[in-house]
């Protein structure tokens, strides 16, 4: 059993940076690729961003790439969004997810996880 908790999300000004955290417990955090989503209201929920268990590999939607950048620190058992060059349509609740040793890019396509935090709201006014 994995349990994610996500924070750092806000309200910043078009053109601002947030960076989201998402904890997670469990000693076999190395093991779970990690992905963010998000889902604005109104709208399905949509791909962000995914680091592989590994972190050897990333991917990002065509919306986040040259602006966010996703990292992880295993001792930490935590995963960053750091997201630069926010723009009002960025607005949305985030999640994290965990997916044992799971294919970032099948996970991008399925929107399907093993496990989903509870989210953290984004606001970017313009």
């Known amino acids: 059993q994995v349990q994610l908790v996500e924070s750092g999300g806000g309200l910043v000004q078009a053109g601002g940076s947030l960076r989201l955290s998402c904890a997670a417990s469990?000693?076999?955090?190395?093991?779970?690729?990690m992905v963010w989503f998000r889902q604005a209201p109104g709208k399905e929920r949509e791909f962000v961003a995914g680091?592989?268990?590994?972190?050897?590999?990333?991917y990002y939607a065509d919306s986040g790439k040259g602006r966010f950048t996703i990292s992880r620190d295993n001792a930490k058992n935590t995963v960053y969004l750091q997201m630069n060059s926010l723009k009002p349509e960025d607005t949305a609740v985030y999640y994290c997810?965990?997916?044992?040793?799971?294919?970032?890019?099948?996970?991008?396509?399925?929107?399907?996880?093993?496990?989903w935090g509870q989210g953290t709201q984004v606001t970017v006014s313009s």
């Open positions: 680091i592989s268990w590994s972190s050897l590999s990333t």
């Open positions: 997810a965990a997916d044992w040793h799971g294919s970032i890019r099948d996970l991008a396509a399925s929107s399907s996880a093993d496990y």
């Open positions: 469990g000693r076999t955090f190395s093991g779970y690729a």
